[in-house]
């Protein structure tokens, strides 16, 4: 591209930059828009609107509880609105309001115009909205989920819930889950591929790294619950027996995958929230945080030790002392690096020159209220006194101290801080302080009494408690306290709305603070950073002069991304650790499918809802479309590639289509880690209840055999896929087209065998009457699914190899599907190992 | 207290008069249990009345003094932190130290250190704790109890068939003796817990949990379901009866015996009782039942409450009860039988008369 000098034709350029990045106008144009700033408001708003809706709930249940014996809401009302209450909380409001603040927050603070896949993040917010929307509908029914958030078995499983409370939950939930995972695959690839120049990982601001620490944590933790609220719908649906004591199952194997999942949630929704207070307090202070590596080690050991502790929930099942002791330590472990990220901040306001906003209140106040929820975690840690204080309000007290204290008051000062940059007016400092007194005093005076109360001896989840058990004080106390606290939330709205109206214009940086977001205007306009911006040191605008390349030879590298380029959406790939520009990557452009293709999930969870195969039909059908227009291939992408090129040529990057250089790459990375752990969850699922089988029918040796040569046609195939791999050059087509065509044939054989396997035992796997059976249903379920992720890919690269063999854009599937190849080879292994192989070692017959 | 008296309401209990001198005992001496009379109560964790829970509460008061102690640091620290500049606010631009030095030895001492410290010496807490919880002589007595949605089946079993007795959400335990609970459960998971006595385990269907109460004076505590077991969780309470070995002894007498032999008096109400439906589910040995039970009814006048701890156990609460059970425990699995109002009289006299 030639360097361009006339400022008449530079503006033309910037304006042609800004049309590309430009929102879709219009109903239609509202639908079709996949701006990472439209989408993460409106992320933003569902959440919050959800957040006001647990609420509520929350207060319904302190009135009915603010006397003995009151009548207000009756038990069915009681227990749907504390099942509703919890869910809401935890997947409706935190987890999305998270990805939302990330979702708007990243690009700016990374210094890149969006995350690399626009779409997903659509998809994630369309399905999340009608995930929501489909579990609130249960309302209209009268059958709101009423069997706790926790969902345990066998109160959850059809026998003793045989409404379609729990299904309703099961199926929206698993949506939600969906979305959270999109969500995460989002964050990683961006966090860790789409930074500015020299923003590397040493450089990374914390609460990006948060998000990257929160973000695998995301996927390790909800593919289990994914597979979990699987196996529980086709308990509920009668099609397997996992659960069901007498049949082989284990209602204790569900509080295992659950909290395997739920404690890991907690700190999910910690791990944000400790990112964003490092970020104001650095800014309000006036320096850089103390001991940036110490917290970034200690968020990663969180984090990592989040997922060894899951059991301490568990305590009262009759686990072994031994058991009891590992999880008793694993929990007190935690406290450390939370002591770090705590002392962290200490550190900082000491050596800096606080200003003290309300935003560094609501920190002040974080502080206070977390460590206390941290010291009664280490009580409740110490297996005995859990055995007292487990399912009671002492609990209930602890936990809101860390998630309101901990996660609600860092939004909330997080919202204080970054809402400037999002409507471009400052909230009222005056109002603010009002805000955070009454929300910390209120607080304390809801949930502090709810320790004693809980000594006392109040379970949790209870409608209703008789008078004279001492309890009556201290509830009251609460519910008066509740009232306040919601006038403290009150108060936020109003201030917000109040702002929007009349607050003072925020300037590009009104705190003066040191990330990138604060370079762009308040709000940032469509088309973000229309000049790459270059990072020197983890504070650029306290310790750059200028954002621009110091260099020639850097400033020639960037050049083609100068307000440019102005045909497509084009970004910046930079490696992922030092951060060196690496190529250019098309992003799409505003588009429906994603909005079709939710619109056919909720064909499907209704389907799943009310077992019609017309509605899942149509959602099937509605998906398939969606799916061909969205992998349709983009005539911006050919015009991007014949623009750019996809080889690197003197100092000028090129364009990534596909391999390690695309983000698409990464991205199937990400599902192949998304596939092992839901194998993982299977495997141990598997082991955990084979102990307690009694030697039912072995797997017969021609079955066996059919399962092994299974494994060796899926060897073949993926190996064919990988070979064609090598034919990439325009005289070896003839390789790429015949490796690929062996793929297809051989995954098409592969389903067929798969179909064979499932047909082997059909009265008994179809409807598996024992859990082992439905292991076998499971397990070739999950193959069905990898072996299909491999199978259309290779197909539509064989098409690609056929009709437009020189078209770069046909690598990217091949590519892709040689990576599910791989682990396509390993989970037919793993589960021809565990179904018919460790049988025979474990049960040798008789 | 006399274990003849019948007529006691669920907030009728023992307000525990000394109050955890138990939790003194376990903590050596440690003066911290002495003011808590707040914390009395028949439910009440820290009203301590037998060896576990005083275990337990030492441990609660031992982790208290730590997480106060430690909390007045971290919060001390802050308050100081604030205090130091807290008159610097306004217009400053930001500084950039070269060093952090002084501000990693704070993350050392006070993130790393003190927490590992003061972990270390709760751990050694919580096992001695734990250990001490854990270790069980034989049992002086064994009792089964199962839940079911939503109430306290409890068994006792003797040495001869006869010596069975079956009874429901009024558990009775000898003072001073080693008490071996069975746990199971019928339907959901449900938890067993009465705070004054032990901690909670729960009851899961499947498997047999176990739990010892060992009561160290007479009184009566209350015990309620601590795991969500569906509809009526909260109406799942029940009584332990702590009493003198040869009070129980005498108890567990009386029940072994088959019901009251009808007079002309409660005659027309066994009569009703068999023929309108009640005798399908409730058995009054030796009369059995051909349905999956109900509580059994044999003395149901001795015990002090109705269906499971929700009222207590007066005339007028009965026939409230039989008259319309859904009303009051909604959901529970007790239908409305219509009787008419002389009826309803006279099975509440029948079953007053079955002590």
């Known amino acids: 591209m030639a360097t361009i000098s006339a400022p008449g034709e530079r503006d033309q350029r910037v304006r042609a930059f800004e049309r590309v990045w430009s929102e879709p106008r219009g109903f239609i144009g509202a639908l079709r828009t996949i701006n990472n700033i439209p989408i993460a408001q409106r992320y933003m708003v569902t959440a919050f609107a959800f957040f006001l809706a647990g609420g509520v709930q929350a207060l319904l249940m302190r009135i009915q509880l603010g006397t003995p014996e009151n009548t207000f809401l009756d038990a069915e009302t009681y227990n749907q609105l504390f099942t509703m209450h919890g869910t809401t909380m935890m997947f409706l409001f935190v987890i999305p309001f998270i990805e939302a603040l990330a979702n708007y927050m990243l690009p700016l603070l990374l210094g890149t115009r969006d995350l690399p896949f626009p779409r997903l993040t659509a998809l994630s917010y369309w399905t999340y909205l009608f995930g929501g929307i489909f579990l609130y509908s249960s309302f209209l029914f009268g059958a709101a989920p009423d069997g706790g958030w926790f969902a345990y ?78 196996m529980l719908e086709f308990d509920r649906k009668g099609l397997t027996q996992f659960f069901t004591v007498g049949h082989g199952g284990d209602p204790v194997l569900w509080q295992h995958i659950f909290w395997a999942f739920g404690h890991p949630e907690v700190y999910i929704m910690l791990i944000p929230a400790v990112g964003i207070v490092s970020h104001i307090v650095q800014t309000f202070c006036r320096r850089p945080i103390v001991g940036y590596r110490a ?26 002392v031994g058991a009891m002791t590992f999880f008793t330590v694993a929990s007190m472990l935690i406290a450390i690096p939370s002591g770090v990220q705590v002392f962290g901040w200490l550190a900082t306001i000491w050596s800096g020159r606080p200003v003290w906003t309300t935003s560094m209140l609501f920190v002040v106040g974080f502080i206070a209220i977390f460590v206390l929820g941290g010291l009664t975690g280490v009580m409740v840690a110490a297996a005995p006194f859990d055995a007292q204080a487990h399912d009671t309000y002492f609990v209930v007290a602890h936990f809101h101290y860390v998630l309101i204290g901990g996660v609600v008051f860092p939004f909330i000062a997080g919202l204080y801080y970054w809402l400037p ?69 009150l108060l936020f709205v109003i201030n917000f709305f109040w702002s929007r109206a009349r607050g003072r214009p925020a300037g590009n940086n009104p705190w003066g603070a040191d990330t990138l977001e604060w370079s762009e205007s308040s709000p940032p306009a469509e088309a973000q950073f229309p000049y790459i911006p270059v990072v020197r040191g983890r504070h650029p605008l306290w310790e750059q002069p200028s954002l621009r390349p110091a260099d020639a030879p850097a ?262 599907a040689a990576l599910i190849g791989y682990f396509l080879v390993f989970s037919w292994g793993v589960a021809v190992a565990t179904l018919y192989l460790a049988p025979r070692w474990f049960w040798p017959s008789e | 207290m006399s274990p003849t008296r019948v007529a006691r309401g669920p907030g009728e209990y023992d307000q525990g008069p000394t109050v955890a001198w138990n939790a003194r005992r376990a903590l050596g001496g440690a003066a911290l249990a002495l003011s808590c009379s707040a914390c009395a109560g028949p439910q009440s964790a820290l009203d301590v009345r037998g060896t576990a829970a005083a275990r337990i509460a030492g441990l609660w008061w031992t982790l208290l003094v730590v997480a106060v102690v430690v909390y007045i ?133 499947g498997r047999t949990t176990v739990t010892w109460l060992h009561a160290d004076r007479p009184g009566i505590s209350r015990g309620q379901c601590a795991e969500y077991c569906g509809l009526q969780h909260t109406r799942m309470g029940f009584l332990v009866v702590a009493e003198p070995p040869a009070e129980f002894a005498r108890w567990l007498d009386e029940q072994r015996r088959p019901s009251a032999a009808v007079d002309e008096t409660t005659r027309r109400g066994q009569v009703l009782f068999q023929s309108s439906g009640c005798a399908y589910c409730h058995a009054t040995r030796p009369v059995a039942t051909p349905g999956v039970g109900g509580p059994d009814l044999t003395h149901f006048a001795s015990r002090r409450t109705i269906a499971a701890a929700t009222l207590p156990n007066t005339r007028g609460h009965l026939a409230g009860w039989i008259a319309d059970p859904q009303g009051i425990k909604p959901g529970n699995r007790m239908p409305r039988i219509p009787l008419a109002p002389a009826d309803l009289l006279a099975v509440v006299t029948y079953l007053e008369s079955l002590r």
């Open chain 2, 73 to 205: 640091i971290v919060i001390a620290l802050l308050l100081a932190t604030i205090a130091r500049r807290v008159r610097e606010t306004g217009e400053n631009g930001p500084q950039m130290p070269t060093s952090d030095r002084r501000g990693l030895r704070w993350i050392g001492l006070g993130g790393v250190l003190l927490p590992a410290l003061v972990l270390a010496a709760v751990l050694a807490v919580t096992l001695r704790v734990q250990t001490a919880l854990h270790s069980h002589t034989p049992a002086d007595l064994t009792v089964q109890v199962i839940g079911r949605l939503w109430w306290w089946e409890i068994r006792y079993l003797g040495g001869a068939p006869g010596d069975r007795v079956i009874t429901a959400n009024e558990l009775h335990i000898p003072t001073g003796r080693r008490v071996r609970v069975e746990l199971t459960s019928a339907d959901v998971i449900h938890s067993f817990w009465v705070p004054n006595l032990q901690g909670k385990v729960d009851l899961v269907p």
């Open chain 1, 555 to 816: 400033a020639d590298s960037l050049r083609e991304l100068d307000a440019a380029p102005t045909g497509w959406r084009g970004g910046l790939c930079v490696s992922m650790r030092e951060a060196r520009p690496l190529a250019i990557v098309h992003l799409p452009g505003p588009t429906i499918w994603p909005f079709m293709l939710s619109v056919a999930f909720v064909f499907l969870c209704a389907a799943a809802l009310v077992d019609s195969g017309l509605l899942a039909g149509i959602g099937a059908a509605v998906a398939a479309v969606a799916l061909c227009g969205w992998f349709w291939p983009a005539r911006t992408e050919a015009a991007a590639i014949g623009e750019v090129g996809t080889e690197p040529r003197d100092r000028r990057l090129p364009i990534a289509v596909a391999g390690p250089r695309s983000n698409g790459w990464w991205g199937t990375m990400l599902l192949i880690l998304v596939l092992v752990t839901a194998l993982t969850t299977l495997v141990a699922s598997y082991f955990y209840l084979a102990p307690r089988w009694v030697l039912s029918e072995l797997p017969d040796l021609t079955e066996t055999l059919l399962a092994i040569t299974t494994t060796a046609v899926a060897l073949a195939s993926a190996g064919a896929v990988r070979w064609s791999a090598g034919g990439n050059t325009p005289a070896l087509v003839g390789r790429r087209q015949l490796g690929l065509a062996l793929g297809v044939m051989l995954g098409l054989v592969l389903v067929g065998m798969l179909r064979m396997l499932y047909g082997y035992h059909e009265t008994t796997y179809a409807r598996a009457t024992d859990a082992q059976g439905s292991f076998f249903f499971l397990f070739l379920l999950f193959q069905a699914i990898v072996t299909l992720l491999h199978l259309v890919p290779t197909a539509v690269a064989l098409v690609w190899a056929w009709r437009a063999p020189s078209d770069p854009r046909g690598l990217a599937p091949a590519a892709n």
């Open chain 1, 153 to 230: 078995v066998p109160l959850n499983g059809k026998e003793f819930s045989p409404g379609i409370n729990m299904d309703f939950w099961d199926i929206g939930l698993s949506v939600a889950e969906v979305s959270a995972l999109g969500a995460a695959a989002e964050l990683i690839v961006g966090i860790l591929r789409m930074r500015a120049p020299g923003m590397t990982l040493r450089r990374l601001p914390l609460f990006a790294w948060a998000m990257l620490v929160a973000a695998f944590m995301l996927i390790l933790a909800f593919t289990p619950l994914i597979v979990a609220t699987a």
């Open chain 1, 421 to 489: 940059k999002i409507t471009g007016r400052l909230m009222s400092e005056r109002l603010g302080k009002w805000n955070f007194w009454v929300m910390f005093l209120f607080f304390n005076l809801t949930f502090f009494p709810m320790h004693v109360s809980g000594l006392m001896g109040m379970p949790r989840r209870v409608y209703t408690y008789p008078a004279g058990l001492g309890w009556e004080t201290a509830n009251l106390v609460s519910t008066v306290g509740a009232l306040g606290f919601a006038a403290g939330v």
């Open chain 1, 295 to 320: 917290m970034v080690a200690s968020l990663i050991a969180i984090g990592a030790i989040s997922f060894a502790l899951w059991a301490h929930h568990m305590f009262a099942t009759g686990m072994s």
